[in-house]
């Protein structure tokens, strides 16, 4: 049973910073999985924020480039989403995706709120 756990989620005032950790666990080698960062708020769809391929090519949306990093430690099977300059329109429940070929995995999302 593969599981994804993401954590480092909480509230942080505008200009601020956070680091998403996404933790993979059970029969997946994440390295060779396309991780993404999907991220939901409140009456929204949820749509790509970040992504790296197998290979480590990373791609970001628009509204987060420049300003978010994602990348992924395959000793310790566990992905991360740094995020800097923070916005309040960055809140929202931030979610792990990890797909290869026809498996695709989901966290089940942490909070991020930005707010003074």
């Known amino acids: 049973q593969v599981q994804l756990v993401e954590s480092g989620g909480g509230l942080v005032q505008p200009g601020g910073s956070l680091r998403l950790s996404c933790a993979a666990s059970?029969?997946?080698?994440?390295?060779?999985?396309?991780m993404s960062w999907y991220r939901q708020a409140p009456g929204k769809q949820r749509e790509l924020v970040a992504a790296i391929s197998s290979g480590g090519t990373a791609n970001y949306a628009d509204s987060v480039k420049g300003r978010f990093t994602i990348s992924r430690d395959g000793a310790k099977n566990t992905g991360y989403l740094q995020m800097h300059s923070l916005k309040a329109e960055d809140t929202a429940v931030y979610f792990c995706?990890?797909?290869?070929?026809?498996?695709?995995?989901w966290g089940q999302g942490t909070q991020v709120t930005v707010s003074s």
């Open positions: 995706n990890a797909v290869w070929n026809s498996a695709n995995y």
């Open positions: 059970g029969r997946i080698i994440f390295s060779t999985y396309r």
